[in-house]
């Protein structure tokens, strides 16, 4: 099971509770599609993806964005047990969705970009060091199911 | 996945409005690194004192980023230009190549955060892929 200490969870459901889902949900996701083309490949039904900037203007990407954003949701009120909280929706990404679990890892490092971008230079060491804990915990329960 | 000439164009630009704070970047982002990913502190145990404000982290954050800006001035030919810092990486330092990726991450994570209307997603994949085009000549001597 993963530790977590208290200043660890309280900046985790602070990022969380802060964020603005519409705004950074696209902005994550659009930027991933654009610094890791190849992940576009997951995308073929989503209309334009030309070039960044009809990326950036994509709104079924935007609405994407905005859903997997949401889909940490469960994460967050669940810390002590990521891992099983994200069973089922990690079966799903590999029967279903068929997503090579590197991506994860991709997805998460433009988000926590994204996220400095707004944060500027509130996003401290200390909090990057908890967000990227987090997130890896996320990546990991969501390649888990794969075989 | 090698820089096109847009890619260079983008970094250069990009770097000339960022270049007259490439210390405290430099800086910023050694001393992420070793918070966030703490396995890199591996390498400086000959360091007293190895917190994030500590006056080594900042000396050799700059170290490191006049690498960086060095690069961006050798743009065409980094397995060239960065020949003898290859060298350095691959016989003194041994740093392992995985590590250029943890720190090539806290640098644009940095660059965000400091420049957040420039980093746009067209700067951020030319300057990932130039990144890694550096780590990828630092570690040109390794075997």
């Not at chain 1, 209309?47 to 967050?76: C, F, Q, S, W």
Request: charged share 20%.
């Amino acid at each position: 099971m993963v530790e977590w200490s208290d200043q660890e969870r309280s900046i985790i459901t602070s990022i969380f509770a802060s964020l603005d889902y519409e705004d950074i949900g696209p902005k994550a996701l659009s930027r991933c599609l654009i610094v890791y083309p190849w992940t576009q490949r997951y995308f073929g039904g989503f209309g334009n993806l030309y070039n960044a900037e009809a990326i950036k203007t994509n709104p079924m990407i935007g609405a994407h964005g905005i859903k997997v954003l949401h889909g940490l949701d469960r994460a967050v009120k669940n810390m002590d047990d990521i891992k099983n909280t994200y069973a089922e929706l990690s079966v799903m990404h590999s029967e279903k969705l068929h997503i090579d679990p590197d991506n994860f890892r991709l997805l998460a490092d433009c988000l926590t970009i994204v996220i400095a971008a707004k944060m500027g230079t509130a996003f401290t060491a200390d909090i990057q060091a908890a967000f990227q804990k987090f997130l890896s915990v996320v990546v990991n329960a969501l390649g888990r199911q794969y075989h | 996945m090698s820089l096109n000439q847009t890619d260079k164009e983008r970094v250069k630009a990009f770097w000339s409005k960022v270049a007259g704070r490439a210390d405290a970047i430099g800086a910023e982002s050694l001393a992420r690194l070793i918070v966030v990913y703490p396995q890199t502190k591996t390498y400086f145990a000959h360091w007293k004192d190895v917190s994030p404000n500590s006056p080594n982290v900042k000396k050799h954050g700059k170290t490191v980023m006049g690498g960086v800006a060095d690069a961006v001035t050798k743009i065409d030919d980094l397995k060239g230009g960065l020949l003898s810092l290859s060298e350095l990486h691959a016989f003194t330092l041994r740093v392992d190549p995985a590590n250029f990726k943890l720190l090539t991450h806290c640098i644009l994570v940095v660059l965000a955060a400091q420049f957040p209307a420039d980093f746009t997603p067209e700067v951020h994949v030319a300057m990932d892929k130039f990144l890694a085009a550096v780590a990828r000549a630092l570690a040109e001597k390794y075997r």
